[in-house]
């Protein structure tokens, strides 16, 4: 992709944050804005000298280090002699400076190391009220699908149908994603699909960090309990938080990256191809390297 595509790509994955963001202020009837705007006054009185640092230009960054090559993933199971060649090596991206976020405390009632149950966690999430988005949920939308799966869809997080349901994936974004794992030659059910955080954000707007630092140890102990061979982040959020960096999702999308010793894949949010549907190529490539991995042909189920 030339660097002009790749800008534009950018803009408009700020835009969609922007959007979001004023209807969930649209949401609040504004009271967010208010309260924004009087913090930010309030911040100008008390600290003039650091809201006027803050908002010097920033030191040019020091040039980055030259890419790393990443090398492509292993198959997942011996490969019969029918079977595409292993996935193609892909570029390897400079990784944007990690995210500063606190590290995930392990789960209580659960060892360190040991392989906990869906079912374990799901106690222990229980009621939960970590962070405040459980004051506007209906239900909690922990997860769903094979407990066992080779293959596990991570998105952001619930939205007003997933949040009535109690399960992920339900709405318009949900039935392309479906589609999308039958195009692949799975079934829902055979997959795992879960989200970053379990609870919806108001008017869909994008998790804040300390509902995602509430919420992440639970995602990465059920990926422990399912121990797939793939995973497919959907999104710039789920991409981000389960690697820990700040890359824009255009600039990972169809490289495999690596989580905890397993191949991860990321690429676009089924809801940012529903209102980009030139986009659903690209992710169709990179779904398409997740089959090659698994030795799938289209269309072959099993
Ligand atoms: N979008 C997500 O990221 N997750 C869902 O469960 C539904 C929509």
Redesign the pocket.
């Known amino acids: 992709m030339s660097e002009a595509l790749d800008t534009s790509h950018e803009l408009v994955e700020v835009l969609e944050d922007l959007r979001r963001h004023l209807l969930w202020q649209e949401e609040n009837g504004g009271r967010v804005l208010q309260v924004d705007a009087r913090l930010a006054a309030e911040l100008r009185a008390a600290r003039p000298q650091v809201m006027q640092r803050a908002q010097a230009p920033a030191p040019r960054p020091a040039p980055a280090a030259p890419p790393a090559p990443v090398s492509p993933p292993p198959q997942a199971s011996p490969t019969p002699a029918t079977r595409p060649p292993a996935a193609r090596a892909t570029l390897a991206v400079p990784e944007t400076p990690v995210i500063a976020r606190p590290a995930p405390v392990g789960l209580p009632g659960v060892a360190e190391g040991e392989r906990p149950t869906l079912d374990q966690i799901r106690r222990e999430l229980g009621d939960c009220r970590r962070c405040k988005l459980c004051d506007g949920r209906k239900n909690i ?1 922990f997860g769903s699908g094979n407990p066992r799966a080779e293959l596990v869809f991570v ?5 007003a149908d ?1 949040d009535v349901q109690g399960v ?2 339900v ?1 318009a ?2 039935q392309l994603l479906t589609k999308m794992i039958e195009a692949m030659g799975y079934r829902r059910d055979d997959v795992y699909i879960c ?1 970053v955080v379990k609870c919806r954000p108001p008017g869909n707007r994008n998790p804040e960090p300390d509902e995602v630092t509430a919420c992440e140890p639970f995602l990465r102990a059920q990926l422990k309990a399912v121990q797939p061979k793939a995973i497919v982040a ?2 710039k959020f789920a991409a981000q938080t389960l690697l820990r960096n700040s890359t824009p999702i255009t600039k990972m999308r169809g490289n495999w990256r690596e989580y905890e010793g397993i191949q991860l894949m990321p690429t676009f ?1 089924p ?1 940012y191809l529903l209102r980009q549907p030139a986009e659903k190529k690209k992710a169709w490539e990179d779904l398409q390297q997740v089959m090659k991995f698994f030795g799938k042909q289209p269309g072959q189920r099993g």
């Open positions: 939308v998105g952001e997080g619930p939205g997933e992920p994936f709405g974004a949900g989200n959907l999104g949010h809801a």
